[in-house]
């Protein structure tokens, strides 16, 4: 898996993996922040939030498009500074006004812009490095480990999230409770408007918190509203820490990946070699090809950036709050991380050629275990584990860096037996298994209560946390056999003289399945649950049935 792989690889994945942390830990708790500061509905922060996810994937065209012109790092190092400027605009903290929601759009707006100019001509360079005839049988491997690196980033972000939050809450005397800030909203708006039910519940929740005076109801609501969006401020100054490093690894390491960082305008110019000329029939089946791709991959990201909206929504107003017996271990980072070193360790045990290297891999595997195996037999009876939303979103990359050992020894095993599926046919068993994962969620959403009921004190019970994190486990196959797969495709089968745009359309695409997450949001509210996760299956299997049918196109155009 990472033998033989070019040195230029690690430095680019390493530079991707602390901008994703910051961007990830923004993330997790974005829409948190937009209803728990501005007191925004379901309706307008799916808008902003799918609008910004359009924008962080859209505008990689113009990126793409500009370093087809000026060059790939140039414009990488460009999208660091621009996506500083935007988090540090994003960490200022700011009360309620007009002028603090347009400064929010303005840092959304420069976060996107620089996630733009970066995010895809990084991995246009990764692409680069296996044009070389000695790297391009590990092209796909390549962008899994790519694909991992970022998802190591994304895997701490909740954590960092959420022990900011808690921190800072107590600092305050406060503790988090996903239910108080629409009701606090609510209250100051007017407490008069308030059913029994949801008045009697604003009362017993800032009971918990310490406040069992009346008269100081909306005293409490004021506080622990700016409380919150203190702490999601020093949330999103984590990025900006990030981003630093982020600059300094790819600055330091240029050297091993500054061959790459050449686009085919520039290779001409320098007659260094030949850009490899394509017939116009074999630019247009090619382009074609990917188009199509990008038409079907739309409806998965519509589906799966339903992490960050409703599926956080469910996390906080559906999902228990706390965790008992094992599932408490499934939240600490440190046991994920733990579970990724047995299962690298395991895998090392097969693939070490050294018997030092498989002693010290066996060595790894059982002390991961046995570390993981004690704390389990010590857990407290009936120990507790208070639990924010936004850690449920640890589970996909931990899922993905999990697993991304497993999939890769299963498809190069189909690999030497010359079945591995293609690139296209990896995309379209992907939209089957995402049908698969909102299943878990149809099923389990039967008999609870529409969102609209839930505001008005409807009586019911949470469901297990394990439906979120199966669901993720679910979504995260999809995701593997979809993504890094579909970059794989792009940076193979796009026209030389079109690799930057090319890419920039698959963001493109990425971008409309993006804002079209916003129709979940927006629907969510009168709607049984379990409808709106089966828009989401019906999708996903029509998507999947679809690239299956145009199937030899696709292949065709690889040749």
Not at 94 to 121: D, E, H, P, R
Not at 223 to 242: D, K, M, Q
Not at 328 to 335: D, Q, S
């Amino acid at each position: 898996m990472f033998n033989n792989q070019p040195k230029g690889l690690y430095a680019l994945a390493l530079a991707n993996t602390g901008e994703r942390f910051g961007y990830y830990t923004m993330l997790a708790i974005f829409t948190l922040f937009l209803q728990a500061k501005f007191g925004f509905s379901e309706g307008i922060t799916s808008n902003i939030y799918a609008g910004f996810l359009a924008a962080v994937y859209f505008l990689p065209m113009l990126g793409g498009w500009l370093a087809d012109k000026f060059g790939y790092g140039k414009m990488v190092t460009t999208g660091i500074i621009v996506m500083f400027l935007g988090y540090a605009c994003l960490a200022i903290p700011t009360g309620q006004s007009t002028g603090a929601i347009m400064l929010m759009v303005l840092a959304l707006f420069l976060i996107a812009l620089g996630t733009g100019l970066f995010k895809g001509n990084l991995q246009v360079m990764v692409g680069n490095l296996y044009d070389d005839p000695k790297y391009a049988d590990k092209r796909d491997s390549a962008f899994s480990i790519f694909y991992m690196a970022i998802n190591i980033g994304a895997l701490f972000a909740p954590t960092a999230a959420s022990k900011i939050t808690d921190y800072y809450m107590s600092l305050k005397g406060f503790s988090y409770n996903g239910e108080i800030p629409a009701l606090a909203h609510r209250f100051i708006e007017n407490a008069s408007a308030m059913t029994p039910e949801a008045l009697s519940k604003f009362t017993n929740l800032a009971a918990s918190q310490g406040v069992t005076d009346p008269a100081q109801l909306n005293a409490f609501a004021h506080n622990y509203i700016e409380t919150l969006s203190g702490s999601y401020h020093w949330g999103f100054a984590v990025a900006c820490v990030s981003l630093i490093i982020s600059m300094l690894i790819y600055a330091c390491f240029r050297s091993t990946f500054k061959h790459a960082d050449v686009n085919a305008k520039q290779l001409q110019a320098e007659n260094k070699e030949n850009v490899v000329e394509l017939t116009p029939a074999q630019t247009k089946s090619r382009i074609t090809a990917l188009l199509l791709v990008f038409a079907v991959v739309i409806f998965f990201w519509m589906a799966f950036h339903q992490n960050g909206l409703t599926l956080t929504y469910f996390a906080r107003d559906y999902t228990a709050q706390t965790a008992t017996g094992f599932t408490i271990l499934e939240f600490n980072v440190i046991n994920l991380l733990l579970v990724i070193i047995a299962v690298y360790s395991i895998f090392a045990i097969f693939q070490s050629k050294k018997s030092s290297g498989k002693l010290t891999a066996g060595v790894l595997t059982i002390l991961s275990l046995g570390i993981l195996g004690y704390k389990y037999m010590n857990l407290e009876e009936g120990a507790t584990l208070s639990i924010l939303p936004q850690m449920f979103q640890q589970f996909n990359p931990f899922f993905v860096v999990a697993l991304t050992p497993v999939s890769m020894a299963v498809f190069g095993a189909l690999a030497k037996k010359g079945k591995e599926p293609s690139a296209p046919r990896k995309i379209g068993i992907g939209m089957f298994i995402a049908a698969l994962g909102f299943c878990i969620m149809a099923f389990s959403s039967l008999g609870l209560p529409t969102p609209d009921a839930l505001k008005d004190g409807a009586d019911f019970t949470r469901v297990t946390p394990n439906v979120l994190i199966s669901t993720y486990l679910v979504l995260t196959f999809a995701e593997l056999f979809l993504s890094p797969m579909g970059i794989s495709f792009v940076s193979k089968v796009a026209p030389p003289k079109y690799k930057g745009a090319m890419m920039g359309c698959w963001f493109g695409a990425t971008a409309v399945g993006n804002y079209l997450v916003s129709v979940i949001g927006m629907l969510w509210g009168g709607l049984p649950l379990w409808v709106l996760w089966s828009i989401l299956i019906a999708l996903c299997l029509i998507s999947a049935l679809f690239i299956f049918s145009i199937m030899k196109k696709l292949e065709n155009a690889t040749k």
